[in-house]
Nanobody
Framework: QLQLVESGGGLVQSGGSLRLSCAAS????????IGWFRQAPGKEREGVAY????????YYTDSVKGRFTISRDNAQNTVYLQMNSLKPEDTAVYYC?????????WGQGTQVTVSS
């Protein structure tokens, strides 16, 4: 079964850090472009960070630049999202997304809650 599984979410105080993991099973993440998205209650899902299949190019939405870092470890078949200096507005369900050509997979999401 091909799937992505996120982990690492939780409750943290404002200014704290979390590291999210996105692990693939049933396929290898090599060459896949990986994105982290989030969806807060009542809001649309938005892209947060993206890393190309080569692993050398990354993109971030403006609101997280300088605070979040996306990285990949192909040996572990996992992509990470390091989140520092968290703010209450970062509270959302975070989803991992993998894309290669016309193939797309989504994870089930992990809740991140930042208290003020």
């Amino acid at each position: 079964q091909l799937q992505l599984v996120e982990s690492g979410g939780g409750l943290v105080q404002s200014g704290g850090s979390l590291r999210l993991s996105c692990a693939a099973s049933g396929f290898t993440l090599d060459y896949w472009a990986i994105g982290w998205f989030r969806q807060a209650p009542g809001k649309e899902r938005e892209g947060v960070a993206y890393i190309r299949g080569s692993g050398t190019t990354t993109y971030y939405t403006d609101s997280v630049k300088g605070r979040f870092t996306i990285s990949r470890d192909n040996a572990q078949n996992t992509v990470y999202l390091q989140m520092n200096s968290l703010k209450p507005e970062d509270t959302a369900v975070y989803y991992c997304h993998a894309r290669l050509f016309g193939n797309v997979y989504w994870g089930q999401g992990t809740q991140v809650t930042v208290s003020s």
